[in-house]
């Protein structure tokens, strides 16, 4: 259906009953102020009407499925220019019941492709799908002190994905950073970012092969800086002091970027 066929739709109700299970459940959305929660809700309820949910082997969509992956979701266009455009270039959604093995291939420097399974908890596909794990969404309910949310990441994702391949640089407004043009306001990101994935990377390179103490942040943002950049907004949106206190540049950037002044 075109996009704008379907938001002539009405917007589905959200009852107020399962509006505050979910802003419960995901303590996270229930610390936003007054004014963002009601965005929060306008937003998941056109996020509802505009998707599409799908249940993989099985799995059965409920209203607490689509409202919990649905809340989660908008919250890192809350502010952005553009809401929930940042995310019209695909409908579906796809939900698991638990993680599921994804098959990869790859060529080495030598041409020979080597095949492998990844045991993923969600993905995000370029101009397609998002795929979930039920269980790791309900996960992210108790794991903000180690700054997880699958959801968040997936979306943060499509966010990154909106310039092309996922390189961990969304696509910048005009004047980002004080810069004149997109190359620099890409220059000044990168120069915050890089630093901060470099640091992050031999942090968890140390913790891995000499026992050093982990970093609190998932090790999987050590793999590219894309995964870093996704990861880093988990965190960024669902443990805010912690964040702040090991990745002080990066919040600048974030807050300049998903929190802009209004002129």
């Known amino acids: ?19 505050q299970a979910t802003l419960r459940r995901y303590a996270f959305l229930g610390a936003l102020p007054d004014s963002d929660r009601q965005r929060l ?10 998707k599409e949910f799908h249940g993989a082997k099985g799995f059965t969509i409920t209203n607490e499925v689509a409202l919990a992956i649905a809340a989660q979701a908008v919250l890192p266009v809350l502010h952005l220019k553009g809401g929930l455009n940042w995310y019209d270039d695909f409908v579906g959604i796809v939900v698991h019941r638990s993680e599921v ?39 992210s309910s108790i794991t903000s002190e180690r700054g997880y949310n ?16 996922a390189n961990g640089c969304p696509p910048l407004p005009p004047g980002f950073a004080g810069q004149r043009s997109s190359r620099a306001s890409r220059a000044a990101w990168m120069a915050v970012l890089q630093p901060a994935y470099d640091d992050f990377r031999e942090q968890t390179i140390k913790a891995e092969r000499f026992g050093t103490e982990q970093p609190w942040l998932d090790a999987y943002g050590a793999t590219s800086i894309s995964e870093f950049f996704a990861v880093a907004c988990e965190a960024y949106f669902v443990n805010r002091p912690n964040f702040a206190r090991d990745f002080p540049g990066v919040l600048a950037i974030f807050d300049e970027f998903f929190l802009p002044k209004r002129p």
């Open 1 to 19: 259906m075109f996009k704008w066929l379907r938001r002539l739709r009405a917007l589905p109700p959200i009852p107020e009953a399962a509006w």
């Open 41 to 50: 809700r306008t937003l998941t309820a056109e996020f509802l009407r505009d």
């Open 101 to 139: 093995v994804a098959r990869r291939k790859v060529i080495d420097e030598a041409q020979v492709v080597h095949e492998y399974g990844e045991v993923v908890a969600g993905e995000a596909m370029e101009r397609g799908p998002v795929m979930l794990s039920w269980d790791d969404v309900l996960a």
């Open 150 to 165: 699958v959801v968040i990441h997936e979306f943060a994702h499509k966010i990154d994905m909106r310039s092309g391949n």
